[in-house]
């Protein structure tokens, strides 16, 4: 690792779904799910929701019913329950290597956050379904940085002030899988802002909307950070 401590990447910033977690596509299936429940029709929808995967999920309700809070809010707690219901049932893993991605960047003594567009109670049912709640210092959803989800920089942004791991915007790595990731990685200003292909979005997306580099997965992190540093 480089002694200059202006490009040590000490804060690593980290999706959930589609990047550290394999869900299997539970995102579409839980919003068919909550669209039903609610009598709408989700294939009128599911286009938008796909192209605005890694968004707060309130945030994409918002906009599916045209600004109306109560049937948005209404629709975003079908959602999460129907999500929560598919994670009881065991329906997500680690994504492959990841677990040791995490555990190698900590032994290199960065800091480690996770990330997510889910609300705080869908974040820990998977945390728990995987038994990683200890895995990290700390977990972010759009609640805990004054409720903007991606594509704002806020998650990032909060998980620089609230572990004081770096001093400088340009020491974060963000890793995602969607466009909406990378955007939130460009607009914090992290010096790294790497797309993974476990997930949502084509390696087209990921570096129109500003990846920095793509990866075939986040078990590459940490090999990328140490040649990035060198």
């Not at 600004?67 to 049932?89: K, P, S, W």
Request: aromatic content about 4%; proline content about 3%; some cysteine.
């Amino acid at each position: 690792m480089t002694t200059d401590p202006m490009t040590d990447m000490n804060l690593v910033v980290l999706d959930m779904a589609g990047t550290t977690v394999a869900d299997g596509g539970l995102v579409e299936q839980a919003f068919t799910a909550a669209a039903e429940r609610l009598g709408e029709d989700p294939a009128t929808m599911i286009d938008y929701v796909r192209a605005t995967m890694g968004e707060s999920k309130i945030s994409v309700f918002r906009h599916l019913f045209g600004g109306d809070e109560t049937r948005a809010e209404e629709a975003n707690l079908a959602f999460e329950a129907a999500y929560g219901e598919l994670v009881a049932g065991g329906r997500i893993a680690p994504v492959p290597g990841a677990a040791e991605a995490i555990a190698e960047l900590k032994e290199q003594g960065r800091t480690v956050v996770l990330t997510t567009g889910f609300a705080r109670v869908t974040q820990d049912a998977i945390l728990d379904a995987l038994g990683w709640r200890d895995l990290v210092e700390l977990t972010l959803c759009p609640a805990d940085a004054g409720g903007r989800g991606r594509p704002y920089p806020d998650m990032v942004l909060a998980a620089l002030l609230r572990t004081g791991a770096v001093d400088d915007v340009r020491r974060i790595a963000v890793a995602g899988d969607t466009s909406y990731d990378m955007l939130s990685g460009v607009r914090s200003g992290a010096g790294i802002v790497a797309g993974v292909l476990t997930g949502a979005h084509d390696e087209a997306a990921l570096k129109e909307h500003g990846a920095t580099h793509v990866l075939a997965s986040v078990a590459e992190l940490p090999s990328l950070i140490r040649a990035y540093e060198a």
